[in-house]
Nanobody, 123 residues
């Protein structure tokens, strides 16, 4: 069982940066693939980035590649999403999620979810 709590969202202007954090409970955090997803108003939840349990492999959606970076600190049971050069189209509720097994980008493959944190980017 893993419980996830996101933080770090907020209101920023285009071009600004934010770092989201996701704190996990549970001693098996280090064995899970961790992902970040987002859901804009009226749209489906979409994949943003994911990282393997060791941190050795990361994958980012094309829409954020070069601007966002996922990382994790297993000693702190925390996964991060560094977001740079934010755009208005990045506005969404951002969720972290966890799953066992291989890294995938499909939301329904992730078992544990946080409550989400709102990111709003104004132009």
């Amino acid at each position: 069982q893993v419980q996830l709590v996101e933080s770090g969202g907020g209101w920023v202007q285009a071009g600004d940066s934010l770092r989201l954090s996701c704190a996990a409970s549970g001693r098996t955090f280090s064995s899970y693939v961790m992902g970040w997803f987002r859901q804009a108003a009226g749209k489906e939840r979409e994949f943003v980035a994911a990282i393997t349990w060791s941190g050795g492999i990361t994958y980012h959606a094309d829409s954020v590649k070069g601007r966002f970076t996922i990382s994790r600190d297993n000693a702190k049971n925390t996964v991060y999403l560094q977001m740079n050069s934010l755009k208005p189209e990045d506005t969404a509720v951002y969720y972290c999620a966890a799953k066992s097994g291989i890294l995938v980008t499909t939301p329904r493959a992730y078992v544990y979810w946080g409550q989400g944190t709102q990111v709003t980017v104004s132009s």
